[in-house]
């Protein structure tokens, strides 16, 4: 709702539906309340967020006398759709071994290394394998960040449920909104078998996962498996 010079009250959000060709019906006399020491209806504006498009019509209606109209007026407006990147989703599961959730620290792009390069290497080739570089060939002797990011809506926080393959050592952190990071794998070498990867976190705003791959020797990648749950948001950073 809209104050006079200031802001007004904001709602939450509540969560609904409507099947194929269903048409539902919003009034002002559940959502907009009227001031009847002033018979003057209250400003603000009625949000309905969508994960698909929806055709919504306003119907603005007056009358002479708002208990017993003696004549009535409408009109009616198509209200347009307008894109929000990263729409904030209720029970979201972010595929974690896809390369497009992943960015370096700069928030350049994470390669993804072609399956004939992962045999050639020598990785599990029933993994997504991630890497700096398309060969899995980078400077010796350095650590390379593999950085999700992403966005929790609600102070409910979410889940994460996985696990982690990587060449050589790497250690992995989770930056939840709410504390500080918590350590969540430890790879001790290329050899070792897939370390699980399970935590839970409350709280809101914008989090990450982080990992570091150590790389003494080349090659150098790293491979995720599994779902980061949240119980309402989205990828990357809040907007």
């Known amino acids: 709702m809209a104050g006079l010079g200031v802001d007004g009250a ?4 509540t969560y609904g539906s409507t099947g194929p060709d269903g048409a539902q019906v919003f009034a002002c006399g ?26 919504v019509t306003a119907v603005y209606s007056s009358a002479d006398n708002a208990f017993m109209p003696q004549s009535l007026s409408l009109h009616v407006n198509k209200i347009d759709a307008r894109a929000i990147p990263n729409l904030c989703q209720k029970d979201l599961d972010i595929d974690i071994s896809s390369p ?47 950085q999700l990011n992403f966005c929790s809506c609600s102070s409910q ?8 393959k990587s060449d050589d050592a790497s250690t992995g952190l989770l930056n939840p909104p709410a504390t500080g990071p918590s350590p969540i794998f ?11 990867m399970n935590q839970s976190f409350q709280g809101g705003g914008n989090g990450s996962i982080v990992a570091t791959v150590q790389n003494p020797t080349n090659p150098t990648g790293i491979s995720f498996t599994g779902t980061l749950n949240l119980s309402y948001g989205h990828a990357g950073r809040c907007r």
Do not use: C
């Open 10 to 13: 904001i709602s939450p959000f």
């Open 30 to 55: 559940t959502h907009i309340k009227l001031d009847l020491a002033t018979t003057q209806p209250a400003d603000g504006f009625f949000v309905i967020e969508s994960r698909l498009p929806l055709d």
């Open 100 to 146: 497009a959730m992943w960015k370096r620290p700069t928030g350049a792009l994470i390669s993804q290394v072609p399956a004939a390069n992962v045999s050639a290497l020598g990785w599990d080739a029933t993994r997504t394998w991630l890497s700096y570089s398309p060969a899995g060939n980078s400077v010796q002797g350095q650590s390379y960040v593999y």
């Open 157 to 164: 926080g979410g889940t994460l449920n996985g696990d982690v």
């Open 186 to 196: 430890a790879v001790p070498n290329s050899t070792a078998p897939p370390v699980a």
